[in-house]
């Protein structure tokens, strides 16, 4: 146990009482929308990093399943402020999660709410500074047509779990995913980024990659530097013959892949770029480079 508190259903319960019933649809049927926020101990208090922004895609992957959030973003927000503050955190993962309830027709159940803290977040330990290895999934991505990619839904990972799975059985760190047309989409839990001839290339959202928030922040960064930056369909061999090659994502922050399907990228050492923009970004997380990225939360 990290915490003593867990907010759920709009007040602080202890840890041990946040629980819920084995008859609730979320179980059965995956339908809940979730969200990681790092947070971190600064001069001025616990900062959130992009707090408002988590909290819109947590609204827009309701407003996918044509569902509205229990709770305002705004009071969200306070939630997530007032489980920093009752536990006494500095450095943690917020993660708000609103799933399906109980009663007799899932689709009229209540939503419930819940933020949990946690020290590391999902994917404490990742091998990221060495670089990692990665395979094109042979399972292709959720689209927009069965799972809308836009939504970030709880039912949404077991294709995530398939893929990431598949990949550590087959001897691989990490499965990146490729759409139904053959185009790169997303890892499992992260965006995928390449540098070509200097230039930051990431596939658009409508490859089925998820709008990351460290995505986002990465492309702001690297244009902040000079780089050009586009959106643009990848196919498996723009990565294979890539400069550099890397995945973001809030838990793990900027992951540099070395090898896809064993041809070695680049010098098959983390890339240059990908350094400098790893550097960007833990300053963009821990100080206020800019300034409307740090949500105070105490
Ligand atoms: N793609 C997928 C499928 C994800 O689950 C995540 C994690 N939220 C990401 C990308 C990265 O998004 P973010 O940077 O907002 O954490």
């Given at each position: 146990m990290f915490a003593k508190f867990i907010w759920l259903d709009g007040e602080l319960v202890e840890w041990s009482e946040a629980t819920v019933h084995v008859s609730i649809h979320g179980l059965h049927y995956g339908i809940g929308f979730f969200e990681g926020i790092r947070c971190h101990a600064t001069d001025r208090g616990t900062v959130a990093f992009r707090l408002s922004d988590h909290l819109n895609r947590l609204a827009r992957s309701a407003a996918v399943y044509n569902l509205q959030l229990p709770y305002s973003t705004e009071q969200l927000a306070r939630a997530c402020a007032d489980v920093v503050r009752a536990n006494g955190l500095g450095d943690c993962y917020l993660r708000p999660i609103v799933f399906l309830g109980e009663g007799p027709n899932p689709l009229r159940a209540p939503l419930r709410t819940a933020v949990i803290p946690s020290e590391h977040g999902p994917l404490n330990g990742h091998p990221a500074n060495r670089g990692v290895t990665a395979h094109i999934s042979s399972f292709q991505r959720i689209t927009a047509n069965s799972l809308p990619p836009a939504a970030k839904a709880t039912g949404q990972y077991l294709n995530a779990f398939l893929a990431q799975s598949e990949a550590i059985r087959s001897g691989c760190d990490e499965a990146i995913m490729l759409n139904p047309d053959g185009y790169v989409a997303d890892g499992w839990v992260h965006n995928v980024f390449i540098v070509r001839g200097g230039v930051l290339a990431t596939p658009p959202p409508?490859?089925?990659?998820?709008?990351?928030i460290t995505r986002d922040s990465v492309m702001a960064l690297a244009a902040a530097r000079g780089v050009r930056v586009v959106e643009e369909n990848l196919v498996r061999s723009d990565l294979y013959l890539a400069q550099e090659c890397f995945l973001t994502g809030t838990a793990a922050g900027i992951v540099p892949v070395v090898s896809v399907d064993g041809r070695r990228i680049g010098t098959g050492e983390p890339g240059e770029l990908t350094g400098s923009l790893t550097a960007d970004l833990h300053r963009a997380i821990h100080d206020a480079v800019r300034p409307d990225w740090l949500e105070d939360v105490t």
């Open positions: 409508t490859s089925g990659a998820l709008s990351g």
